[in-house]
T-cell receptor, first 116, second 116 residues
Framework: DAMVIQNPRYQVTQFGKPVTLSCSQTLNHNVMYWYQQKSSQAPKLLFHYYDKDFNNEADTPDNFQSRRPNTSFCFLDIRSPGLGDAAMYLC???????????????FGAGTRLSVL | AQKVTQAQTEISVVEKEDVTLDCVYETRDTTYYLFWYKQPPSGELVFLIRRNSFDEQNEISGRYSWNFQKSTSSFNFTITASQVVDSAVYFCALSPGYSSASKIIFGSGTRLSIRP
């Protein structure tokens, strides 16, 4: 059974037209992450939510926003997609407690975004 | 600096051959975690193993084995008797030190092709 679910699997949008990608989880994990992965590259962390606290990576463009209305759901909003934003977007979750324990991240199958 | 290097961009072997994927990491932290993930063509990143910096014991799981050597900052992954289903991109990753969440630094990945 899928534990981190991303919808849709494929998304086509037009240049400049806002788009929202969704992620849900059944693991009850307190941390959720969004990664961008371009072809033949490693995933790049955009931001993460630790519970309700939003943590943006320093080099994430302002064009990318995120919402986490509850524990189970997290959304990635791209306000004005450009051609360079075409990529696979991966959602991940982990259970994190205070201290040094580095818990495993569980990934969804990703949403492949095309920008026309 | 925190960095993961996977020098092998692509590897192609014939089915049933053994294959080793190399991973070298850099960190100044004394506490850190290392991971291997598999990304099949479907796109989902699949967790394979986690190892903390205080545990240099090698691990075997079926046809998979991992060799962690702090002296050379390496965490290599060997597949014995490879199968076509092992074809995927494999990422080595590092989660350094203390942080509020399990932030992961990925290597650039090794694309493994197993030919029948």
């Amino acid at each position: 059974d899928a534990m981190v679910i991303q919808n849709p699997r494929y998304q086509v949008t037009q240049f400049g037209k806002p788009v929202t990608l969704s992620c849900s989880q059944t693991l009850n994990h307190n941390v959720m992450y969004w990664y961008q992965q371009k072809s033949s590259q490693a995933p790049k962390l955009l931001f993460h939510y630790y519970d309700k606290d939003f943590n943006n990576e320093a080099d994430t463009p302002d064009n990318f926003q995120s919402r986490r209305p509850n524990t189970s759901f997290c959304f990635l909003d791209i306000r004005s997609p450009g051609l360079g934003d075409a990529a696979m977007y991966l959602c991940a979750t982990s259970r994190q407690t205070s201290g040094v324990t580095k818990n495993i991240q569980y990934f969804g199958a990703g949403t492949r975004l095309s920008v026309l | 600096a925190q960095k993961v290097t996977q020098a092998q961009t692509e590897i192609s072997v014939v089915e049933k051959e053994d294959v080793t994927l190399d991973c070298v990491y850099e960190t100044r932290d004394t506490t850190y975690y290392l991971f291997w993930y598999k990304q099949p063509p479907s796109g989902e990143l699949v967790f394979l193993i986690r190892r903390n910096s205080f545990d240099e014991q090698n691990e075997i799981s079926g046809r998979y084995s991992w060799n962690f050597q702090k002296s050379t900052s390496s965490f290599n992954f060997t597949i014995t008797a490879s199968q076509v289903v092992d074809s995927a991109v494999y990422f080595c990753a590092l989660s350094p030190g203390y942080s509020s969440a399990s932030k992961i630094i990925f290597g650039s990945g090794t694309r493994l092709s197993i030919r029948p």
